[in-house]
């Protein structure tokens, strides 16, 4: 268990929960809010280790473990980063999609307002159709697949229950798994280069990336500005295919482009849902961000700008080692 600085004399910095500090997305930014925040996260089975964070065991599908944890930290702000995020599992898995993804977050929300934090829940542009437009926030969910069938009905809930919320509906994100155990899909698309082999990439899907530091940016500026009860959706300002952004991560990155060729991602889609017949093989999860920009007057960057944002913070390493002795991790000069 990792112990976080508390010992500053009349230490003013808010505190901030993570539900779920193994995720790729929790603990990118429990690592990125460690800087700013006193920051604790909690884990189920598999523990992270985070220097500067404090990690305790919790179940989000056991209200009291739940009670417990916020009632001992009284956080000023709970962030919900547990979930199954796999569209692939999902729809598999429906009923364990359903608990984590929903249930464990009712918990959450229960006893945030109980003790006064503010819930964040992090959405994902999978609550659409997929139909070709510019999804705008006001927009109804109706989502093709459990993943964002489960993300719509954690929105509405906390829309409904909760007087002290944020909620940020966003586009595919990318980065470095913090979790070695765990790589994310960036990970492994860093290793596929490595190797220096083919592969294969969808071209059917289209949606934002983003860079996963850009959504801890944004959810500062929320916090330390008390943003409350919004809904943003966060997003790239253009769109691509998976296909096409490992063709602009090949360019930023100084990678063989020639590596990747064109292929289909057989997305899994609710045999109940009633446009599902008149959706095509393409799919467009296009998000509107005029709201967001507006709201805290900033300029959300294209795919390219998040790639090169990427490369930077990573140091400026474009070139892999490669043949290295570095086992399975990602090496680079």
Request: hydrophobic share 35%; net charge neutral; charged share 25%.
């Amino acid at each position: 268990m990792e112990e976080y600085d508390d010992d500053i004399e009349g230490d003013k910095r808010k505190t901030i929960l993570i539900f779920g500090i193994t995720s790729f997305v929790g603990s990118n930014l429990a690592e990125f809010f460690k800087k700013h925040y006193k920051v604790v996260g909690t884990y189920n089975k598999c523990q992270v280790n985070i220097p500067g964070v404090l990690t305790v065991p919790c179940d989000v599908l056991v209200k009291e473990e739940v009670q417990l944890v916020i009632y001992a930290f009284k956080p000023d702000v709970t962030i919900y980063a547990v979930g199954m995020s796999s569209i692939y599992d999902c729809h598999k898995y429906q009923e364990l999609a359903d608990a984590l993804n929903t249930s464990g977050l009712f918990n959450v929300t229960e006893y945030s307002a109980r003790y006064k934090a503010k819930v964040i829940y992090i959405s994902s542009c999978f609550v659409f159709a997929g139909e070709d437009k510019n999804y705008l926030e006001m927009d109804i969910p109706d989502s093709i697949n459990i993943y964002g069938k489960t993300q719509a009905a954690a929105e509405f809930y906390i829309q409904k229950t909760s007087l002290n919320y944020a909620i940020f509906r966003c586009c595919r994100l990318y980065g470095r798994s913090l979790n070695f155990m765990n790589p994310s899909w960036f990970d492994n698309l860093q290793r596929k280069f490595k190797k220096n082999s083919s592969f294969d990439c969808d071209d059917y899907v289209r949606n934002g990336f983003l860079d996963i530091y850009y959504l801890a940016l944004i959810m500062k500026m929320c916090i330390d500005n008390e943003v409350t009860n919004r809904l943003f959706q966060v997003s790239t300002s253009d769109s691509c295919t998976l296909y096409e952004f490992t063709k602009k991560y090949a360019q930023v990155f100084q990678e063989s482009g020639d590596l990747v060729s064109k292929s289909k991602w057989k997305f899994p889609k609710s045999m109940t849902h009633s446009t599902t017949d008149m959706i095509g093989d393409d799919l467009y999860f296009k998000m509107d961000v005029g709201n967001l920009g507006g709201f805290l007057n900033i300029k959300m960057p294209t795919v390219e700008e998040s790639l090169e944002f990427t490369f930077k913070r990573l140091h400026g390493q474009r070139s892999a080692i490669r043949g290295s002795n570095t086992g399975d991790s990602v090496t680079f000069i």
